[in-house]
């Protein structure tokens, strides 16, 4: 006999609510958690059918393993970059360990993720490059006649900001950012080419964005509404939120800017609006928005 459909349904979402609720934990954990779960679960299935002698490659039980991964992230929410780091977590492990490298190697890998990529962990902000062809349309946006304060927020490598300070006359030119290795990256980068960017290692919410006429960031969707509301609250009326990719959520942005690149990448501009009471309404509406998106989830 079958359910009806309603019953179906109503199962479904009983069964994907107390998984969505790992979104609540941090993304390290929730990962952790996630791959826990799978694992724990795929050793069950392989015992069950060890008894039933049932076998099966290693190979298979990676796959296995992979799926369910992916399927739990996926119920909880996770971001894409996540989902496909759960798919390729068996697998990979699989795959090293017949080639059996030195201990070191693992250790070597996991202290340059967490010096490139310490962001991820705690703000799921992870490391992405501006295109060339981005900086140029971006490059393009800034005025030549006048100098600006520019200020990139999570500035990478430093590729944005030694441009911007090389290409632009700039009465500031800065780039912030947190994780060791691009920081120090940045740093030297700048340091040897002719411009007049300067990087500090810096979280992007501590600093006062009151005196920048260009801010640019290129971080993830989920900063994205909290860093509008404190663009609106800190920059000047007239002045330009630029994000690359990623789009303030509710908010409809003056120009948006596709990027021939191989990511696809698009630069969407906000002029910030002419008074700050039009700018704390328009920043509430995204709040709400992102609230009631939240509670459909």
């Given at each position: 006999?079958?359910?009806?459909?309603?019953?179906?349904?109503?199962?479904?979402?009983?069964?994907?609510?107390?998984?969505?609720?790992?979104?609540?934990?941090?993304?390290?954990?929730?990962?952790?958690?996630?791959?826990?779960?799978?694992?724990?679960?795929?050793?069950?299935?392989?015992?069950?059918?060890?008894?039933?002698?049932i076998g099966a490659p290693l190979t298979f039980?990676?796959?296995?393993?992979?799926?369910?991964?992916?399927?739990?992230?996926?119920?909880?929410?996770?971001?894409?970059?996540?989902?496909?780091?759960?798919?390729?977590?068996?697998?990979?492990?699989?795959?090293?360990?017949?080639?059996?490298?030195?201990?070191?190697?693992?250790?070597?890998?996991?202290?340059?993720?967490?010096?490139?990529?310490?962001?991820?962990?705690?703000?799921?902000?992870?490391?992405?490059?501006?295109?060339?062809?981005?900086r140029e349309r971006l490059l393009a946006l800034?005025?030549?006649?006048?100098?600006?304060?520019?200020?990139?927020?999570?500035?990478?490598?430093?590729?944005?900001?030694?441009?911007?300070?090389?290409?632009?006359?700039?009465?500031?030119?800065?780039?912030?950012?947190?994780?060791?290795?691009?920081?120090?990256?940045?740093?030297?980068?700048?340091?040897?080419?002719?411009?007049?960017?300067?990087?500090?290692?810096?979280?992007?919410?501590?600093?006062?964005?009151?005196?920048?006429?260009?801010?640019?960031?290129?971080?993830?969707?989920?900063?994205?509404?909290?860093?509008?509301?404190?663009?609106?609250?800190?920059?000047?009326?007239?002045?330009?939120?630029?994000?690359?990719?990623?789009?303030?959520?509710?908010?409809?942005?003056?120009?948006?800017?596709?990027?021939?690149?191989?990511?696809?990448?698009?630069?969407?501009?906000?002029?910030?609006?002419?008074?700050?009471?039009?700018?704390?309404?328009?920043?509430?509406?995204?709040?709400?928005?992102?609230?009631?998106?939240?509670?459909?989830?």
């Amino acid at each position: 006999m079958s359910l009806p459909p309603d019953a179906s349904l109503a199962g479904f979402a009983r069964w994907r609510l107390p998984v969505r609720r790992l979104d609540r934990l941090s993304p390290a954990l929730a990962g952790l958690l996630v791959q826990v779960v799978a694992t724990a679960v795929t050793l069950a299935i392989y015992c069950l059918a060890d008894t039933v002698a049932i076998g099966a490659p290693l190979t298979f039980w990676a796959l296995v393993q992979a799926a369910l991964a992916v399927l739990l992230a996926s119920a909880a929410g996770q971001a894409r970059w996540w989902i496909l780091m759960h798919g390729l977590f068996a697998p990979a492990a699989l795959l090293l360990d017949q080639f059996s490298p030195p201990p070191w190697l693992y250790l070597a890998a996991a202290v340059l993720l967490a010096l490139t990529n310490g962001n991820a962990m705690r703000e799921r902000v992870p490391l992405f490059l501006t295109s060339r062809a981005a900086r140029e349309r971006l490059l393009a946006l800034l005025p030549e006649d006048r100098p600006i304060h520019f200020v990139d927020v999570g500035c990478g490598f430093g590729g944005v900001v030694s441009s911007v300070g090389r290409e632009r006359p700039t009465l500031e030119c800065l780039g912030l950012e947190t994780a060791w290795l691009p920081y120090l990256v940045s740093r030297l980068r700048c340091a040897l080419s002719p411009n007049h960017a300067t990087i500090a290692r810096r979280d992007l919410w501590t600093h006062d964005l009151s005196a920048a006429d260009v801010v640019y960031a290129y971080l993830s969707p989920v900063p994205m509404e909290r860093l509008w509301r404190k663009v609106v609250a800190e920059m000047r009326p007239g002045t330009l939120f630029i994000s690359n990719t990623f789009a303030v959520p509710g908010i409809e942005p003056l120009a948006a800017y596709e990027i021939d690149d191989a990511t696809g990448s698009v630069l969407h501009v906000y002029r910030l609006p002419g008074d700050q009471a039009t700018a704390g309404v328009q920043a509430t509406r995204a709040a709400s928005m992102a609230v009631a998106s939240a509670d459909c989830s």
